[in-house]
């Protein structure tokens, strides 16, 4: 079953349709690629459907550029495919028709804004990021090997987009990019062209804010059962020794009363022993006849 992460990723590349598009989304993918330099680009993928896309990218922005293609099946691990672009003239090829210089690709982020930038933040994220399955947690991060791109890409994304606001980290030489946040993971997804799973990712939020609710309600209902039983309980202690000591003769009417409906009924609350008086009694009422008894059984420990 493929992961959360690959179904956004799949989704993300099922909307790159237009040629301008598609050339920011390539923009994207070569400014996160772990290696782009004048001689050399290499891309590593395990989206599937990126890997099916990649070839339509390049020619819709080179008919001369070739790259080699490798596939690698992993026993027991998601299956990886490798492209290769090899030689200057195969990269230039490629770099040339999006204004990429590949030894100073901040350049090409800076230029992006609106429409563009969308595109290849997508295609940033596709290349080199990841997203938690929201039934586990809330984690969307871009890792990337260019320090430049990694500290540009959060000011220049959050001048088009206030609501994305990009933390970063280092692990081994790479600056990690990430989110925490529930409702911007969502906005995240929703721009780089993900809506569906952002609504997915929404839902789950609901559904744990509503079974979290519901968590805390029933242990308040234990709970207030737990005090219930152990008020009882401690009542009915405080009339058997009233009983032992003086006997309940020796208590008011009222007291009598009270003390015998609860005996009769030890797990009764206030309001079930108020219905039971004759006349009826309310919880208060209950309560400060049952504080009076215990008044007196404390004489007597």
Not at 72 to 101: K, M, N, Y
Not at 109 to 138: H, I, K, M, Q
Not at 217 to 237: M, P, Y
Not at 246 to 268: F, K, M, N, S, Y
Request: charged share 20%; aromatic share 6%; with cysteine.
């Amino acid at each position: 079953m493929a992961s959360f992460s690959n179904q956004v990723k799949t989704e993300i590349c099922g909307s790159i349709r237009k040629p301008a598009d598609r050339r920011a989304f390539l923009t994207g993918i070569l400014l996160s690629a772990r290696r782009c330099t004048a001689s050399e680009i290499i891309l590593q993928t395990e989206c599937e459907a990126f890997a099916a896309l990649f070839p339509q990218l390049v020619q819709s922005v080179s008919k001369t550029c070739g790259f080699d293609t490798e596939f690698r099946a992993r026993s027991g691990r998601q299956a990886v495919w490798c492209f290769t672009v090899s030689g200057t003239d195969a990269v230039s090829a490629l770099t040339a028709p999006l204004h990429l210089d590949p030894a100073n690709r901040k350049w090409a982020l800076e230029s992006l804004s609106g429409r563009a930038l969308a595109f290849a933040a997508a295609g940033c994220f596709v290349l080199c990021g990841s997203v938690t399955d929201p039934e586990r947690r809330y984690h969307l991060e871009l890792v990337l090997s260019d320090a430049s791109v990694a500290a540009a890409f959060p000011e220049i994304l959050a001048a088009e987009q206030p609501d994305i606001r990009f933390k970063s980290t280092v692990r081994k030489q790479d600056t990690v990019l990430y989110l925490k946040q529930n409702e911007q993971i969502c906005d995240a997804l929703t721009y780089f062209g993900a809506p569906n799973a952002s609504m997915e990712l929404a839902a789950q939020q609901v559904y744990k804010n509503v079974r979290s609710m519901t968590n805390r309600r029933t242990n308040c209902d234990l709970a207030n059962i737990d005090k219930s039983v152990a008020a009882g309980e401690q009542q009915i202690a405080d009339i058997e020794l009233i009983q032992q000591k003086v006997g309940l003769g020796t208590l008011p009417a009222v007291l009598q009363e009270i003390a015998a409906a609860r005996l009769a009924d030890p797990e009764a609350s206030l309001r079930e022993l108020g219905a039971k008086l004759n006349p009826p009694l309310s919880r208060s009422g209950v309560n400060h006849r049952l504080q009076r008894i215990s008044e007196i059984a404390a004489k007597y420990k």
